[in-house]
C-alpha cells in the first residue's frame, strides 16, 4: 500500500486489509510506504488513527517508511492509493516484472474507473471516513480475489 507521505491512506489501507485476512485466515504479509520521506518514523496522522479505531482497525503501532526498489522484490502486488503514486513508483521499476506488480487499489473495486483514493490531510474529517469506506471496499474486493485465486 503506497501514498505520498505514508501516514494517511497507506496505512490505512495496511490496517483494514491486514485485519481483514487475519480474520479469514489467509496467510499474506501487508505492508505500507510513501513515494516521499517526508514523515519516516512517524506514526499515522492522528486523525486517520482515530478514523481506524472508530471503525475497529487499530494503525497505532505502524510507523512510516519510505517505498524502496527491493520493496519490488518483497511483495507480489503493489498498490498505489493515486495516480501520481502510481507513476512515482513506476520510475523506479526495474523491468516489466517489477511494473506489473503495480496497480491503483480503487481499479479492485471500480474497475477500469481510473478512480483515486483522494488525500484527506488537508480536508476535515469527512474526508477521513470517506477514505475509509473506499479503502473497506477496494480491501473486499481484494480478499475475494485472492480467495478466487486471481491476482
Known sequence: MVCLGNICRSPLAEGILQKKADEKGFQIEVDSAGT?????GEQPDSRMRET???????????????????DFD??????????SNLKNILQLARNEED????????EESHPGMGLEVPDPYFGG?????????LLDEASDAILKKIQNGER
Open 99 to 106: 511494473k506489473k506488480k503495480v496497480r491503483l487499489i480503487i
Open 125 to 133: 474529517q469527512q474526508g477521513f471516513v470517506t477514505v475509509y469506506n
Open 52 to 70: 481506524a479505531k472508530n471503525k475497529g482497525v487499530s494503525i497505532d503501532h505502524l510507523r512510516a517508511r519510505q517505498f524502496e526498489v527491493e
Open 36 to 40: 516521499s520521506g517526508y514523515h519516516i
Open 74 to 83: 518483497r511483495f507480489d502486488l503493489i498498490y498505489a492509493m493515486d495516480k
